[in-house]
Every structure is written in structure tokens, then in C-alpha cells.
């Protein structure tokens, strides 16, 4: 009867996985293709503006989710921390998810999905650079796909975009910045995704606000008077904002579902699913060299997240090693937005 009842609770566990990760993958794909439509179909190039929209749309949410929903519990931060460890992740934050929504406007979905990839090489330079920190060979060795397919990647890109390829590796350094920032700035609260949001999306509308208004405030004037179906063009944009915080929930409820292992293969695989679908709907060119630079890249992210799984691991049983937070803890402790961040 043990293992049986064992069976049944491993399975309906396996299912619940599966359908957070499905949910995750709908989510995120569903953010990155509306956003591309805005930018293109709508001809709504306000990159500021769309992210603001998002900001605002993703503090309402969290206020909601937290006060109203009760879905987690608000955790108190005293005022003098909100602005000396919190406002400067909320503008790397802010950083982010604007450079990703720019790059989106000058590139394809397949092209800035592939450099947001780089993210980890981005990280592990900085922390050597900047910090000392010394990384096992292993670590070193797992970049080299990462470099590599990227390399190849930009150089066959046939919808390259100078701009467009320099605002998506500057949003890769700002997502490793606030990675950084986080095991910092953040120690001693253990932030979930939503508590997260609920104190950075505010400051990232307030940084955010202002320079939207003075360079693109008289542009969506304009497009307001000249665009055809405004009021369709609005609840798309609207529902973009409403989509990102329910993906920075959906990564909430995938990082308690899955194991930190499943959770890299699976974010992985869904950037793959992304350049898919992106490619069905606005068909931009791929080359065949193309194709496998992006293929290069993602196992690369996978084989980087198994090693840093399996040091982690290392590091656990082994007495007397210095205790590391676990690929786990961290991803609980950052919405990945951006991101992945995911979300952008």
C-alpha cells in the first residue's frame, strides 16, 4: 500500500511539473511574441512606454496576488533598505527589461532570445573581473558552447542589427549585474518572485516614468491620432503588461514544481520553443549556420546549469566547504524577467 500510494504521489508530482512548466512556456512565449507584434504589427515603437506599461501592470498585479489573493505573504522591509539595497536593483531591473523590449524592436525574437543565452558567461566574467572570484575549470569549460554558438549565431544572422545585438549584450550585463546584486543587496530576506516584484516594479515605473514621457511622449501622441484600431492596439498593449506579471507568477509556481536541474533544462528548451513560434509568426530569415549557433548555445546553458548543479551538489556533502546558495535559492529569491528573466 506504501508503494502504491508512493506511485500516485509521484505521479500526480511528475504532472504538476509538467503543467507549471507548460503554463511557464505559455506564458513566457506568449510576453515575448506580443511584445514583437507591438513593436511591429501595431507600429508601436515605444520601447520606454511599453516597458512602463509593464512596470505599472506588474505592481497592480503584486499588490493583488499579496493583499488581495493572499497568495504569499508580504515580507517587511524596513524603509531605510527599500532605498539603500532595493532602488538599485530596481534600476538594474529596470535596465533590463528595457534594453530587452529595445533590442526586440530592432531584431528578430530568434536573434535576441539566443544573446539573452549569454547570460551565464556574462555573469561568471563579471564576478572573476570585479569580485576576484575564483570558478573550477568546469565552469570555464561549460562557457566555451555559450561563447561559441553565440559568435556564430551574430555572424550569420541575416536580420543583424547593430543596435538592436548592443541593447540585448548590455541586457545580458545588466541581468548578471542584478544576479550579483541580489546575493548582496538581498542577504538575510528571502525574497519569492512576487515579493520581489511587489518592491521593484514600483521603483522601476517611478525611474522609468519620466524619461518615457519626455523621449517618446510626443511619438505615442502621435500614434494615437494616426493609428487605425486604437482601441485593439490598446488592450493588446495592456494585456502584455497584465501577461508579464502572470509570467513572473508562473515562475513562482515552476521553481517549487521542479528541481533546479529540470527548472535550466526546461528554461532552455522553452527559449527554443520561442524561436520557433517567433519564426512561424513573423517568418524572419534563419540560416542553416544560424540555426545551429542558437542549437550550440542552448546546450551550452544546459551543460553550464548541470555543472554548477553537480558543484553545488559537491559542495554539500563535502565537510568543512564553504556553504554557496544553491542554483534553487537563488532562482527563488530573483523574478526571472525578462529573463529570464526572463521576461522582456
Known amino acids: 500500500?506504501?508503494?502504491?500510494g508512493g506511485g500516485g504521489g509521484g505521479g500526480l508530482s511528475?504532472?504538476?511539473?509538467?503543467?507549471?512548466?507548460?503554463?511557464?512556456?505559455?506564458f513566457n512565449v506568449t510576453v515575448i511574441i506580443t511584445?514583437?507584434?507591438?513593436?511591429?504589427?501595431?507600429?508601436?515603437?515605444f520601447p520606454l512606454t511599453v516597458s512602463c506599461v509593464h512596470f505599472i501592470c506588474s505592481s497592480i498585479g503584486a499588490y493583488v496576488a499579496i493583499h488581495v489573493l493572499k497568495a504569499k505573504p508580504l515580507i517587511q522591509v524596513e524603509p531605510e533598505d527599500r532605498w539603500r539595497r532595493i532602488f538599485p536593483m530596481s534600476f538594474v531591473f529596470c535596465m533590463n527589461i528595457v534594453l530587452g523590449n529595445v533590442s526586440l524592436r530592432y531584431i528578430p525574437v530568434s536573434f535576441m532570445q539566443t544573446i539573452k543565452s549569454f547570460t551565464p558567461a556574462t555573469t561568471v566574467i563579471l564576478q572573476w573581473l570585479v569580485w576576484s572570484k575564483h570558478f573550477e575549470w568546469r565552469i570555464w569549460a561549460s562557457l566555451v558552447p555559450i561563447v561559441g554558438g553565440i559568435l556564430l549565431t551574430s555572424m550569420t544572422e541575416l536580420s543583424f542589427n547593430m543596435f538592436g545585438f548592443c541593447a540585448a549584450m548590455i541586457g545580458c550585463l545588466a541581468t548578471s549585474i542584478k544576479t550579483i546584486l541580489a546575493e548582496s543587496l538581498l542577504h538575510g530576506y528571502k525574497f519569492d518572485s512576487i515579493n520581489t516584484v511587489y518592491y521593484m516594479a514600483p521603483f522601476a515605473t517611478m525611474i522609468l516614468a519620466l524619461p518615457a514621457m519626455l523621449l517618446e511622449g510626443g511619438g505615442v501622441i502621435d500614434?494615437?491620432?494616426?493609428?487605425?484600431?486604437?482601441?485593439?492596439?490598446l488592450v493588446i498593449i495592456l494585456g502584455s503588461g497584465m501577461l508579464a506579471f502572470c509570467l513572473n507568477f508562473s515562475i513562482f509556481y515552476v521553481i517549487h514544481s521542479t528541481t533546479a536541474v529540470t527548472f535550466n533544462v526546461a528554461g532552455n528548451l522553452?527559449?527554443?520553443?520561442?524561436?520557433?513560434?517567433?519564426?512561424?509568426?513573423?517568418?524572419?530569415?534563419?540560416?542553416?549556420?544560424?540555426a545551429i549557433g542558437c542549437a550550440i548555445t542552448l546546450v551550452g546553458c544546459t551543460f553550464y546549469g548541470y555543472v554548477r548543479h553537480l558543484i553545488s551538489q559537491q559542495q554539500a556533502v563535502t565537510p568543512g566547504s564553504p556553504r554557496t546558495n544553491s542554483p534553487r535559492s537563488r532562482l527563488e529569491m530573483l523574478p526571472l524577467v525578462g529573463d529570464k528573466q526572463d521576461k522582456v
Open 1 to 4: 500500500m506504501e508503494s502504491a
Open 14 to 26: 511528475t504532472m504538476r511539473a509538467v503543467l507549471a512548466i507548460l503554463q511557464w512556456w505559455g
Open 35 to 45: 511584445n514583437k507584434w507591438i513593436f511591429q504589427k501595431l507600429d508601436f515603437k
Open 223 to 233: 500614434w494615437f491620432y494616426t493609428h487605425d484600431s486604437i482601441v485593439s492596439a
Open 270 to 290: 522553452k527559449v527554443a520553443v520561442a524561436v520557433l513560434v517567433s519564426w512561424l509568426i513573423f517568418r524572419n530569415p534563419i540560416s542553416p549556420m544560424n
